[in-house]
Nanobody
């Protein structure tokens, strides 16, 4: 069974950093585009970042460009989202996802993780 399991969420002060991890099981990362989405209370799910299958090309939402970095480790079947200079508006549940198209759109996702809460507050 194909699964994605996120970890690394938590509470952090504005300006702080967190690193999210997403481990895949039941499939090999090297054949899929991967990405992160988030959903804040009362809002729809939005794309945050995605990474290509072969050349590690990356896409970022304008709101996180320059602050977030997505990376992948195919040997460990894991992707990461390094989040720096976090802002209160980054507060959301963050979801890992995979699909066959890059940049990864929500409509192209074939497997979703269960989500991890990120709260940015003083």
């Amino acid at each position: 069974q194909e699964q994605l399991v996120e970890s690394g969420g938590g509470l952090v002060q504005p300006g702080g950093s967190l690193r999210l991890s997403c481990a895949a099981s039941g499939f090999t990362l090297g054949y899929y585009a991967m990405g992160w989405f988030r959903q804040a209370p009362g809002k729809g799910r939005e794309g945050v970042s995605s990474i290509a299958t072969d050349d590690d090309s990356a896409w970022y939402a304008d709101s996180v460009t320059g602050r977030f970095t997505i990376t992948r480790d195919n040997a460990k079947d894991t992707i990461y989202l390094q989040m720096d200079n976090l802002k209160p508006e980054d507060t959301a549940v963050y979801y890992c996802a995979t699909g066959r198209r890059f940049p990864l759109l929500a409509s192209d996702v074939v497997v979703w993780g269960q989500g991890t809460q990120v709260t940015v507050s003083s």
